[in-house]
Structures are given as structure tokens and as C-alpha cells.
């Protein structure tokens, strides 16, 4: 690529603004990350020399007239600082460092400074030729003689030596105020630094007695994997993602046990989880940073010690996109959401070709038709998932499933109509039934079904048995079954709105485990929100607890209002409504 570069000069116009894009878009960063600066800048250079050429070639002029202008007091410097170390001891060389065009362009652009505000065009690199076993020490001596002698700029100091950069990149740089009252960078680093520097990971080889690689390069190398495997179908998704993964600032986080973590700027515990491992990220119920606990959403922080509460039970929530910046994080969890969206939809078309199959009505391109207007949905794809996740009402299906309704309809009324004693049809108020039946909304003798205990504001249907009508949930573990094989049976029920019983419900809720926690819970139900316990369950274990309570409310709303309350009491990380019953 980068000869590529350097000889677009005989191509056609088109063909030198493609490859500089895709040079300045992928090539540049990639050189970035893997510690190829010299690649990089030039890379960034010639990128901007065919991508905006006025604004290269003024730069370079103002740049060459600098050289003209500074060149000999650096000089001057840099001989100084060389007899200064020589006689204290030190062996080294001095070098150069001329900033390249497109990274003063970027620094005027991102700072509103003009070009002669640039302060660091320059910078003298001092290279020590010491043994791995002390080239950090002598980095630092060479520091302190001199600053000893130049005053340094305490918010210009840059410690890649003490914790280098996640490519590898190990260097010091100061700033200090010149013998002429210019300030100029120093950037201090030994033979093996400046040599990796320079060459990247590749160098890094040379310097490993074992043979064995960098483990900033293999960490990196997993990551872009990641990536990789968990691709987006979408070209344009994957270029992006794999270009964050290029580009993205980092923070250092660590675990329990004083393991460092490289995660993005902006990471969650969710991040560190999925980094540490995808099947902890996947069940990451909670978390603790710095000891104390926070919601998975929290921002962490360079220095952050972080440990991750986990749960068999936990799933991943669809929230959780929002919370994660790591691409591997980010890939991961939209290949499981992908994979589950594919399971459901094929769930939702068997489910659907049961019960048509069961009214003698073949799922084709007809029938398919008629739903998606129905439902107005658009496309199969679509109906078919709304149907695996339950989305849609299976009881409004009835026009699909019976052909003829009438005369079984009349049957139904006659066989469970209440009646008294002597067998006439009794007139019973609407007020104390709580459903009501087909499309006249009559009242039939009837039950709600213990296996999914419904409670008005839920979606029902009635189910007819032998010794009367039962009353299910439409996302009942049984619904499936009973309105595909037996929809002949399967009768429109509707809640009374007039009705005031009220109905017992499960919720079952989880969370990390805390002191008067369990108060806390039966405060928010008993006394603020004035609902009856009917019995109450809780189990902890490592913090980490598990229970079921059985409320007595009014109706569906009125149990929505209790989860939202119960989901704010801290400590409460999870609940739902126990489906069916154990």
C-alpha cells in the first residue's frame, strides 16, 4: 500500500482520490495501531497531498520556512543536551522528530490555533543505549538532569514508559522552556523503544530471548478477531466497527486480582465482563467498582478496579446496546440478539402452520397475504417473529381457523349459559363475572386456568373442556397447543371492565443481596402501594439473592405499577411475572 502511495502520481484523478481514501480511512490507523509510525505519517501525509492538495502544499511551504527559521537553534539544543548526558555517563544518539502535515492540520483544526501555534513541529529524541534491565531507570535520570537545568511543563508530560500505549509504544515526553525561551519536546526513550517505535510490532521479535510474541499484540490481534467473527451482515457496519476498533481511546482498568484490562474510552462493566470472557458478559447480572455498586450503565474510569456479579439465570436485555462501547462487546451481543430474532421467527412459523394446519388451511403465499394485511405487518419475516415472541394475539386468528363458526357458536351458549335450578337460563349481573364470551360478549360458566393464572388486562382466550370453559393467557405455555390442535375449541374471551374481584399474581425478582433489603421490598408492597402478600419466598448466596412473592391486585396495571416500584428499591436488579405456575 504504501508504494501503492508513493507512485499515484501517474494514475487518473478518480483512481488517486479512492486509494487515499481508503488510506486515510483504514491503512493510516491500522499502521497506528500496530505501532508503525513511520507507515503512519506518511500514510496521512500523501493521503492529504492527493485528498486536499491547497492545504497540503501551504502547510509544507510554512513548514520548510520553519526549518529555515528553527533548524539551527535545535541544533544548537540538541548538542547541548548530548555533551550534558555524554558527561554524566550515558551513551546515546540524538534524532529529529519533524511532526508530519497531516497531524499539524489535525492539532490547528482540533485546538483553533493557527500554524505558528503549533509548539511541537519539532521535537529532539534522545536514544539510550541501555540494557533492558535498565533503560527505565535511565530514562528517568536522564529526566531529572534536565529538568534540573530547564524548566519543564508539568501538563506536557507524557509517561508511555510506566504503562505503554495498547500497540506497544513505550516513550517519555517532556516539554521544557529552551535556553532562548522557546519551548521544545523532548521525547526520551531507549534503542529498543525507539527501534519498535519505528518498526512496530514487527521489531518486538528481536527483542524476546523465548522467542514469544508481544502480549499487547496478541490482546489486540483478539480483539480485531472478535470483530471479525461476529461480523454484521451489513459491509458498511463491519468497516465502521472495525474501524473503531482502530481508532478508539483507552482507559486501564483492573480485576479483583490486579490483572490489567485495555478497554475503549466510555466503557461499561458490561465491556470489562465481555472482555474478560463472553459467557460472563452474557450472564453479568451486577457489578461492584471500586467496592461499591453501580448499575451496568456506569462509566468506568482509568484506574477502576471492577468485579462482575453473575447469575446462571441472566439473559442478555436488548438496554444493554446502549451501554456497551468495546466492539467485541458490541458484536457479541448483537449475534446473540440476531441468532435468538432468527429462532423466534422460525418458532412463530411452525406455530402458525399448526394451527392453520389444524383448520385445514395451508400456510402459503395466499393465506401469508391475507395476514400480513390483517396484522398489518410487511413482510413474512416480520409476522413470523412477532408470532415466535408472542407480540400477537393468536386469538385474533380466529377468522383463519374456524370456517364455520355459527352453529357451534349457538351450541356453546346453550350448554354454559348459568341456569337455575330448574334449568332456565339465569340472568346474572355483569358486574360479577369477570369475562366475558364471543363476539355477543355474553357470560358462560368458566375458570382461569392455574397453569398461567391470567388477570384482566391480560390478552385471554377460552379454551372449552368437557365440564365447562377454561380461561387462558395468550402467551400461555399451552396456548400453542390448544389453538393448534384443538382451535374448534377455542372461543374469543374478553375481560369484564365492569368487574371488580381482583386476582393473585407471582413476580419472581433477583438482585444483589443487602442489609433490610428484604424491608425495603415489603414496604414498597405493603404499605405504600396497600397490596396484600399472600406469601413470600427470598434465598441469598454470595451476595447475590433470588425470590418469588404472591401479590393480590386489582388487575394487569395495577401489577405493572408494582414491578416499576419494586425495580427501584437499590439492590433490585430484576423482575417479572412468574408465567405459568410451578
Given at each position: 500500500r504504501l508504494h501503492n502511495m508513493r507512485t499515484l502520481d501517474s494514475m487518473a484523478h478518480a483512481k488517486q482520490l479512492k486509494i487515499a481514501s481508503e488510506t486515510?480511512?483504514?491503512f493510516a490507523p491500522l499502521a497506528h495501531r500496530m505501532g508503525l509510525?513511520?507507515?503512519k505519517q506518511e500514510f496521512e501525509d500523501l493521503?492529504?497531498?492527493y485528498l486536499e492538495p491547497d492545504v497540503y502544499d501551504e502547510l509544507e511551504e510554512k513548514l520548510v520556512q520553519a526549518e529555515e527559521n528553527d533548524g539551527a537553534y535545535l541544533e544548537r539544543f540538541g548538542h547541548g543536551l548530548e555533551d550534558l548526558l555524554i558527561s554524566e555517563g550515558f551513551t546515546l544518539s540524538l534524532k529529529r522528530r519533524n511532526k508530519g502535515v497531516f497531524s499539524i492540520r489535525r492539532k490547528m483544526q482540533n485546538q483553533n490555533v493557527p500554524f505558528e501555534e503549533v509548539y511541537d513541529k519539532y521535537a529532539v529524541r534522545i536514544i539510550l543505549d541501555s540494557s533492558p534491565k535498565r533503560e527505565k531507570s535511565d530514562i528517568w535520570r536522564v529526566y531529572s538532569l534536565i529538568t534540573s537545568i530547564y524548566r519543564p511543563n508539568p501538563r506536557r508530560l507524557r509517561d508511555w514508559v510506566t504503562t505503554p500505549k495498547a500497540n506497544g509504544y513505550e516513550?517519555?515526553?517532556?516539554?521544557?522552556m529552551g535556553p532562548e525561551g522557546h519551548w521544545i519536546e523532548i521525547q526520551i526513550r531507549s534503542k529498543r523503544m525507539d527501534d519498535e517505535a519505528e518498526r512496530g510490532y514487527?521489531?518486538?521479535w528481536r527483542y524476546k530471548e523465548d522467542g514469544s510474541g508481544s502480549a499487547a499484540l496478541d490482546s489486540w490481534i483478539e480483539r480485531i478477531r472478535d470483530v471479525v467473527e461476529g461480523h454484521s451482515e451489513n459491509a458498511v457496519e463491519f468497516v465502521d466497527q472495525?474501524?473503531?476498533?482502530l481508532f478508539s481511546d483507552e482507559i486501564f482498568v483492573f480485576t479483583p486480582q490486579g490483572k490489567m484490562v485495555t478497554l475503549p474510552k466510555r466503557s461499561s462493566p458490561l465491556d470489562f465482563a465481555f472482555e474478560i470472557h463472553t459467557d460472563l458478559g452474557m450472564k453479568t447480572l451486577g457489578a461492584k467498582v471500586n467496592g461499591q455498586l453501580v448499575a451496568l450503565s456506569h462509566q468506568l474510569q482509568n484506574g477502576d478496579q471492577v468485579q462482575i456479579i453473575s447469575s446462571d439465570t441472566q439473559i442478555p436485555q436488548e438496554s444493554w446496546m446502549d451501554w456497551v462501547s468495546s466492539?467485541?462487546?458490541?458484536?457479541?451481543?448483537r449475534s446473540f440478539f440476531r441468532d435468538r430474532a432468527r429462532i423466534q421467527e422460525s418458532e412463530g412459523k411452525e406455530r402458525l402452520?399448526?394451527?392453520?394446519?389444524?383448520?385445514?388451511?395451508?400456510l402459503n403465499q395466499s393465506t401469508t397475504q391475507r395476514m400480513l394485511n390483517f396484522y398489518a405487518v410487511r413482510n413474512p419475516k416480520e409476522l413470523f417473529l412477532k408470532f415466535g415472541k408472542g407480540e400477537l394475539d393468536s386469538e385474533r386468528l380466529r377468522d383463519f381457523l374456524r370456517e364455520d363458526s355459527g352453529g357451534f357458536y349457538q351450541y356453546i351458549l346453550r350448554r354454559f349459559r348459568p341456569k337455575s335450578k330448574e334449568g332456565a337460563v339465569k340472568d346474572v349481573p355483569s358486574s360479577s363475572n369477570i369475562v366475558l364470551f364471543g363476539p355477543d360478549e355474553v357470560v358462560l360458566e368458566h375458570r382461569l386456568a392455574q397453569c398461567c393464572r391470567p388477570i384482566q388486562g391480560d390478552g385471554i382466550f377460552g379454551f372449552i373442556e368437557e365440564n365447562g370453559i377454561e380461561v387462558h393467557r395468550t402467551d400461555c405455555k399451552h396456548a400453542v397447543k390448544l389453538q393448534g390442535q384443538f382451535a374448534e375449541r377455542v372461543i374469543k374471551a374478553e375481560w369484564n371492565r365492569g368487574s371488580r374481584q381482583g386476582f393473585n399474581a407471582v413476580l419472581r425478582f433477583s438482585g444483589i443481596d443487602s442489609k433490610g433489603l428484604i424491608l425495603k421490598i415489603t414496604k414498597v408492597i405493603s404499605s405504600d402501594m396497600q397490596i396484600d402478600i399472600r406469601a413470600f419466598h427470598i434465598d441469598g448466596s454470595d451476595g447475590v439473592f433470588q425470590g418469588t412473592v404472591s401479590v393480590h391486585v386489582a388487575d394487569r396495571s395495577h401489577l405493572s405499577d408494582l414491578v416499576q416500584r419494586l425495580k427501584s428499591v437499590k439492590g433490585v436488579e430484576r423482575v417479572d411475572r412468574e408465567i405459568s405456575a410451578r
Open positions: 486515510m480511512y483504514i509510525y513511520a507507515f493521503s492529504l497531498k516513550s517519555l515526553h517532556i516539554t521544557v514487527a521489531a518486538h472495525f474501524k473503531l476498533q466492539p467485541k462487546a458490541k458484536s457479541k451481543l402452520e399448526r394451527m392453520l394446519k389444524r383448520a385445514n388451511i395451508e
